[in-house]
Every structure is written in C-alpha cells, then in structure tokens.
C-alpha cells in the first residue's frame, strides 16, 4: 500500500521514528488488536491504539455506558449514557482516526466463543475487570499461542505484564489459580482514582504497539507495578513456571474451564 | 513522487516544509535497495540542514549537499541501512 497524503501527516511523528518509519506504520495499519473490555482499560487502549494507525480493533464488553463510568472511562461521554460501551467506543475511536476499523462485539467472552473470536487478532489485551475473564482469556491465549497484554488496576495502584505463550510466563505462573471469590475486592467496592486507569491502559497500549513493530523489550517475564500515590514504578522479575497447570511440562489445563463457577458477575 | 532510475531514485520535495521534507524522504529511502542513490531537490532552506543531520542519524551517508539555485537545493544521500 502507498500512504495517501493525509496519512503522512497524520503519521508523519511515528514515520521519523527509526523503529518504526513508513514499514512500521503499515505493520500498525494491517495490525489486529483485540481488547477486552471497553472500560477504564480498554478506554485509553483503544484510544492510543487507534490513534497510532492500528487498523482493526475488537471490542469485546456486555455493558451500557453508565454515569459513575465517566470518572475514569474517557472513550465514552455523557451523550453516550446507556449506549453499549463497545458502540460508544466505536464511534469516539473511528471519530479520532477513519483509518480504523473497530469491530464491536457486545457480549461477554466464555469457554465456548473466545478461541474462535482471538484467533483473528496478532495480539490481545486484557482491561478486564473480573478474575474469570482474566484467567480465560489468559488460558484461552496459552492454548492458541497469542500474545497477551494483561492490565490491572485498583484504588491508587496497577500492574502490567506481558504475556508470550511457551516462551515467557503466564498469569497462572504468576497467580496459579484465581482467589476466592469475595476475597479481593472489585473497583466497585473499593474504588480507583479516574487517571489510574490512563497510566496503565497506556503502558498496556505501548506494549501492545511494540510487539507489533517487533521493537525494544516487552514485558516478558516481568511484571511491572506502578503506585501512584508514591509516584513510583517496580519491575518485577516473573519466572516461567515448569509446573504451571497451563504453559507447564506437564499442564492439567488443556482446554478451557468454567470460569464463572461461585463469582458474582459485578461489572 | 520520487521517479526510479538505475542508479537510484529522484524525489522532488520542492513546496514543502519540515517534518514533511524529512518524512518524504525517508519513506522513499525506505523503499530503496541498500547502496541505491536518493536525490532530492528542495527549496526549504531549514531542511537544508535537516535532511542531511536526520538521513545521518539514521545510518545513511550523505554524499552531496549542493545550492543549485536562488532558492533550490540538491542532496544526494546513499542508504546504508535498512
């Protein structure tokens, strides 16, 4: 493809860039990109990764647009109250670049439908805001072998880490199973400040934008965490786990499970 | 839009201005063979500069910088990396 005019200057910063340049852009052009979730997380994902030219995004959420999501859930406004969030998404991300495509999907991701919606996408990134989501997407990307951008936040604090089945760790070499449900609390019980989200969606968008340039060092084997009432980054060293139950020697997981078993579904 | 030759490609950048004298140029560097020859012909006197200082930072050679008129000028630029 020749880039048109308007596409030069749109992506004229990243064109200068030596890691990326004009090969790069196209990389990000034909790139697909599945988020899941289109709220705090996905918000500022789906934002950058639009913005930098990716060519399609999917959007997978169940939910509406609901007033206390505006705080922090910047791809939505107060005209889009009740509206899916991933129509309300769709159209700020293809309103900011018509160079897009942004696939929504309203519904929720679960053992039966998420290999056959991942494997259109190079890469994955989860924003979403539930322990059986995390660890479906998590083993659904293991088994099918995609990489994965993994995204947390709450009250003050985040994490990010990247996933690269078989040849780094995964979530479970990091937590081997989901905790008890009630035991961690949710956004909704515990609160997150609006700009949180924005950090780590951010970081989570760079490291999706590096794996598909095939640039500098994603957060493999490594778990970053950013505290924001300290003002402050850790990285931390995540080892692949030869006895993790799904990307082990030996895994017990070797295909999806009903997550949802003893959760209450809190958005 | 740059024209192919044996030796190497002509761009013409004549009416623009930085960064898009720059991004025209690297993009058709970009599509070039390694050791091909860009000539570009400009009338932005900043790019003058800042062609030549950017194709270097990228590991190309800069051969020839040349005034060609009042307000026109010649870089020849060799690619040296990919």
């Keep these: 493809m020749e880039f048109t005019d308007a596409q030069i200057q749109r992506y004229s910063r990243h064109i200068i860039l030596p890691e990326v340049g004009g090969k790069g852009q196209k990389k990000l052009l034909g790139a697909k990109v599945l988020l899941v979730g289109a709220g705090g997380l996905g918000c500022p994902v789906g934002y950058y990764l639009a913005a930098a030219g990716v060519g399609t995004i999917g959007l997978v959420d169940d939910d509406v647009v609901e007033l206390s999501n505006l705080q922090r859930q910047i791809a939505h406004s107060t005209n889009t109250i009740g509206m899916p969030k991933v129509e309300s998404a769709k159209r700020t991300f293809e309103a900011l670049n018509p160079d897009v495509n942004v696939i929504a999907i309203k519904g929720r991701l679960n053992k039966n439908n998420i290999m056959g919606i991942i494997e259109d996408y190079d890469v994955v990134v989860d924003g979403s805001d539930n322990f059986p989501t995390r660890y479906l997407v998590n083993d659904a990307c ?9 995204g947390a936040i709450l009250r003050f604090e985040g994490q990010v880490t990247t996933l690269i089945p078989h040849e780094g760790h995964c ?3 990091l937590f081997e199973a989901p905790p008890p449900p009630g035991l961690v609390p949710s956004c909704q019980e515990a609160g997150v400040l609006g700009v ?5 969606g951010a970081l989570e968008a760079t490291e999706a934008l590096k794996l598909i340039l095939g640039q500098g060092e994603p957060l493999k084997n490594a778990l970053l965490i950013y505290n924001a009432l300290s003002a402050s980054f ?3 060293k995540v080892p692949k786990n030869p006895k993790c139950p799904v990307c082990g020697e030996n895994p017990t997981i070797t295909e999806l499970q009903d997550y949802d078993a003893g959760y209450c579904q809190l958005g | 839009m740059p024209q192919d030759s044996n030796q190497g490609k002509k761009l013409d950048i004549r009416g623009l201005v930085c960064p898009y004298t720059f991004v025209k140029a690297k993009l058709a560097i970009e599509d070039m ?3 091909g020859l860009l000539e570009i012909l400009l009338d932005y006197p900043e790019a003058v500069h800042n062609i030549p200082k950017s ?3 990228h590991g190309h050679k800069v051969l020839k910088v040349e005034q060609t008129g009042i307000k026109e000028w010649i870089i020849v630029v060799r690619k040296e990396k990919d």
């Design chain 1, 171 to 173: 979530y479970r070499c």
């Design chain 1, 196 to 200: 949180l989200p924005g950090v780590i």
């Design chain 1, 142 to 150: 293991v088994l099918s072998r995609k990489p994965l951008v993994s």
């Design chain 2, 55 to 57: 194709m270097q930072d």
């Design chain 2, 33 to 35: 063979e390694m050791g």
């Design chain 1, 234 to 236: 850790r990285k931390v």
